[in-house]
């Protein structure tokens, strides 16, 4: 690869700026779902009080914007937390950046892209991962740094994670170890997940079962109430869902998106207003529990209460996570199953495609379910993957890989 002088400089910057800084887990998101092309969240951690900031620019050599963040200590965490959220950005634009303080010292420069604006056919590249959890196996997120490593190779513009991001929720160390880890990945892209049920209060007798503990609310910066919450890049709608801990909570009435429970009302008209939106081409959505799965990991009552309005609104793409396996199913609308002519090209589906992309990190489960009437797809060996996933206009491609980056699996989906 031939070296300009500019890329020199910014090699020059990206490894010397973060050399003694105090700052830590850096990880950028949209909070607003209606401003992802002009507005960008940046949030990072640093010892000590000082006011901190973010300088950007349209260049690596050149930050010449600023931005003052709101810092606050966080007892969960036991560490500062600061937050900036940017806006009048450019859409499809990159941006560099670095963050930090005089005592807490900088970090390295990053970069994000800014979305496309609503209804543009532009090609859009997303990540796809999930499952990180820290237990037996990755006990420190050292499979999950294997996977930072092998989506580092790739192009693309955000990651989607479904959930089961940490072991234990309630565990700050981990939370922190883990934005470490993924800070690579993180800081250049922006992080769109939902919660999974290690990641929520598992007390079925709490006011706060199903819900994050404080530390999730001191790190994220996500849209609306950070569990439930949609954007839009381009011409594709994006939905998020908080699955809860869908096990437990059918064993004493608590599945979430019961009819008529707020969240299921949100769910209603956030399907009705982007299907009824003509820019609108593409809807996906995603959550930790799937709706079909093989196994212990298929929760009735969550099918339940979620498909009818996935049917009702025609949901192109549904990804979960939760069973730590990848499978992928044809697609189904009501109780329907529809067959493909080609097992990898999904040709104006009259039903919503599934797929579970749950193992980059988290101990891997046993292989199966290939009996199953809707599975289409699921390896015969276990293995950890990821995924990166292209829209461009009418089509979408789906390719996952495992660590090795050899490609394990690849579908499209095409509407006319």
């Given amino acids: 690869m031939r070296i300009t002088l500019p890329l020199l400089c910014f090699y020059i910057l990206f490894s010397l700026s973060?050399?003694?800084?105090?700052?830590?887990?850096?990880?950028?998101?949209?909070?607003?779902?209606?401003?992802?092309?002009s507005t960008m969240a940046i949030t990072w951690l640093h010892e000590q009080a000082e006011e901190s900031r973010v300088e950007y620019g349209a260049a690596p050599t050149k930050l010449d914007k600023k931005s003052t963040a709101v810092s606050k200590y966080?007892?969960?965490?036991?560490?500062?937390?600061?937050?900036?959220?940017?806006?009048?950005?450019?859409?499809?634009?990159?941006?560099?950046?670095?963050?930090g303080s005089v005592k807490n010292g900088w970090s390295r420069v990053y970069k994000f892209r800014t979305a496309a604006t609503v209804g543009e056919k532009k090609k859009l590249l997303v990540g796809v991962w999930s499952d990180t959890q820290n237990n037996q196996g990755n006990i420190n997120f050292e499979k999950t740094d294997s996977i930072v490593k092998a989506m580092r190779q790739h192009a693309y513009y955000f990651s989607i994670h479904n959930g089961d991001i940490v072991e234990n929720g309630s565990v700050a160390k981990s939370w922190?170890?883990?934005?470490?880890?993924?800070?690579?990945?993180?800081?250049?892209?922006?992080?769109?997940?939902?919660?999974?049920?290690?990641d929520v209060d598992n007390d079925?007798?709490?006011?706060?079962?199903?819900?994050?503990?404080?530390?999730?609310?001191?790190?994220?910066?996500?849209?609306?109430?950070?569990?439930?919450?949609?954007?839009?890049?381009?011409n594709v709608h994006f939905v998020a869902i908080n699955s809860g801990y869908a096990q437990a909570a059918a064993k004493v009435g608590k599945v979430l998106f019961s009819q008529n429970s707020p969240e299921y009302r949100w769910l209603e008209a956030d399907l009705r207003k982007a299907r009824s939106n003509k820019r609108?081409?593409?809807?996906?959505?995603?959550?930790?529990?799937?709706l079909y799965s093989f196994g212990f990991s298929h929760i009735p009552e969550w099918q339940q209460h979620v498909k009818p309005l996935v049917d009702k609104y025609e949901v192109d793409l549904y990804l979960a996570g939760h069973r730590h396996v990848y499978e992928r199913h044809k697609a189904v609308r009501g109780a329907q199953i529809f067959e493909e002519k080609e097992p990898n090209h999904y040709n104006n589906p009259k039903g919503t495609v599934?797929?579970?992309?749950?193992s980059c990190g988290g101990s891997l489960q046993g292989v199966g379910g290939n009996n199953l009437p809707t599975?289409?797809?699921?390896?015969?060996?276990?293995?950890?993957t990821y995924a990166m996933m292209s829209i461009e206009g009418s089509s979408l491609k789906y390719t996952v890989y495992n660590l090795a980056g050899k490609q394990v699996d690849d579908f499209s989906i095409s509407k006319d």
């Fill in 18 to 37: 973060g050399s003694f800084a105090q700052t830590s887990g850096i990880h950028l998101s949209w909070n607003n779902g209606n401003n992802t092309s």
């Fill in 74 to 99: 966080s007892n969960a965490l036991g560490t500062y937390v600061s937050k900036v959220t940017l806006s009048k950005l450019h859409p499809e634009t990159w941006y560099y950046y670095k963050v």
């Fill in 176 to 198: 922190k170890d883990l934005f470490k880890v993924t800070e690579p990945l993180n800081a250049n892209y922006p992080f769109m997940s939902v919660t999974g049920n290690h």
């Fill in 204 to 234: 079925t007798a709490s006011a706060n079962f199903q819900r994050p503990f404080p530390v999730y609310y001191d790190l994220f910066n996500l849209p609306a109430d950070q569990l439930n919450y949609s954007y839009d890049y381009g």
């Fill in 280 to 290: 609108i081409k593409w809807i996906i959505m995603y959550s930790h529990y799937p």
């Fill in 354 to 358: 599934y797929v579970t992309n749950g």
């Fill in 375 to 384: 599975m289409l797809f699921t390896p015969a060996a276990k293995m950890y």
